[in-house]
């Protein structure tokens, strides 16, 4: 089970933390990730980061958004700093596992996020 919490209504240029509490799952056997969908597209990724802590992000995010892991607490969380409206998405946290032939994916319920200009 994966719980999000943090998201909001904020002005453009503000800061938001996003937070992803995970239960039942090997949480260091996981990739982490947070994937954003915006009304009338599709999800997408925003950044993720392995159990060793290695991270990769969108390049509209670079910069902007900071991703870590605690690998103790079983929390995964999205700091998105200097945000943009076009930011406004449900933001989804993801575990990711590769196990032999098969992909293995949990996610979140999802959290608002709504930039205004």
């Known amino acids: 089970q994966l719980v999000e919490s943090g998201g909001g209504l904020v002005q453009a240029g503000g800061s938001l933390r996003l937070s992803c509490a995970a239960s039942g799952i090997i949480f260091t056997a996981n990739i982490m990730g947070w994937y954003g969908q915006a009304p009338g597209k599709q999800r997408e990724l925003v950044a993720r980061?392995?159990?060793?802590?290695?991270?990769n992000y969108a390049d509209s995010v670079k910069g902007r958004f900071t991703i870590s892991r605690d690998n103790a607490k079983n929390t995964v969380h999205l700091l998105m700093n200097s945000l943009l409206p076009e930011d406004t998405a449900v933001y989804y946290c993801?575990?990711?596992?590769?196990?032999?032939?098969?992909?293995?994916?949990?996610w979140g319920q999802g959290t608002q996020v709504t930039v205004s200009s």
């Open positions: 993801n575990a990711y596992q590769r196990r032999g032939p098969f992909d293995y994916n949990y």
């Open positions: 980061i392995t159990p060793e802590g290695s991270t």
